[in-house]
Protein backbone atom coordinates (compact mmCIF):
# COMPACT_ATOMS: atom_id res chain seq x y z
CA UNK A 1 0.00 0.00 0.00
CA UNK A 2 1.19 3.78 -1.10
CA UNK A 3 0.91 6.04 2.03
CA UNK A 4 -1.51 7.56 0.01
CA UNK A 5 -3.84 3.88 0.62
CA UNK A 6 -2.92 4.88 4.39
CA UNK A 7 -4.41 8.06 4.36
CA UNK A 8 -7.49 6.55 3.17
CA UNK A 9 -7.80 4.41 6.09
CA UNK A 10 -6.32 6.68 8.60
CA UNK A 11 -8.60 6.94 11.36
CA UNK A 12 -10.32 10.38 12.13
CA UNK A 13 -9.61 10.49 15.62
CA UNK A 14 -5.86 10.04 14.31
CA UNK A 15 -5.93 13.34 12.08
CA UNK A 16 -7.98 14.95 15.28
CA UNK A 17 -5.25 14.08 17.67
CA UNK A 18 -2.23 15.41 15.10
CA UNK A 19 -4.57 18.57 14.74
CA UNK A 20 -4.92 18.94 18.18
CA UNK A 21 -1.35 18.74 19.01
CA UNK A 22 -0.68 21.41 16.82
CA UNK A 23 -3.08 23.51 17.83
CA UNK A 24 -1.42 23.00 21.63
CA UNK A 25 2.46 23.79 20.43
CA UNK A 26 1.05 27.06 18.21
CA UNK A 27 -0.48 28.17 21.90
CA UNK A 28 2.25 27.81 23.83
CA UNK A 29 4.24 29.10 21.14
CA UNK A 30 2.30 32.57 21.53
CA UNK A 31 2.29 31.93 25.74
CA UNK A 32 4.96 34.42 26.83
CA UNK A 33 8.18 33.68 27.80
CA UNK A 34 7.79 33.23 31.43
CA UNK A 35 7.75 29.52 32.53
CA UNK A 36 11.06 28.66 33.92
CA UNK A 37 11.76 26.67 30.61
CA UNK A 38 8.77 24.41 31.26
CA UNK A 39 6.97 25.93 28.04
CA UNK A 40 9.96 24.92 25.93
CA UNK A 41 9.78 21.47 27.50
CA UNK A 42 6.81 21.05 26.77
CA UNK A 43 7.06 22.31 23.32
CA UNK A 44 9.18 19.52 22.62
CA UNK A 45 7.05 16.70 23.73
CA UNK A 46 4.60 17.81 21.38
CA UNK A 47 7.29 18.13 18.64
CA UNK A 48 8.27 14.10 19.58
CA UNK A 49 4.61 13.04 19.64
CA UNK A 50 4.08 14.49 16.21
CA UNK A 51 7.39 13.06 15.03
CA UNK A 52 5.61 9.51 16.52
CA UNK A 53 2.25 9.58 14.71
CA UNK A 54 4.35 9.88 11.52
CA UNK A 55 6.68 6.89 12.24
CA UNK A 56 3.43 4.70 13.33
CA UNK A 57 2.69 6.43 9.85
CA UNK A 58 5.28 5.13 7.80
CA UNK A 59 5.57 1.84 10.24
CA UNK A 60 1.48 0.82 8.74
CA UNK A 61 2.58 1.73 5.33
CA UNK A 62 5.53 -0.90 5.30
CA UNK A 63 3.62 -3.45 6.62
CA UNK A 64 0.78 -3.40 4.73
CA UNK A 65 2.98 -3.80 1.02
Given at each position: ??????E?????E???????L???R?????????W?????????????A???L????H???????
Open positions: FSAAAFRDRPALDRAEESKTANELQHAGDEGGHKAKAIEHINALQEERAESVGEHRH
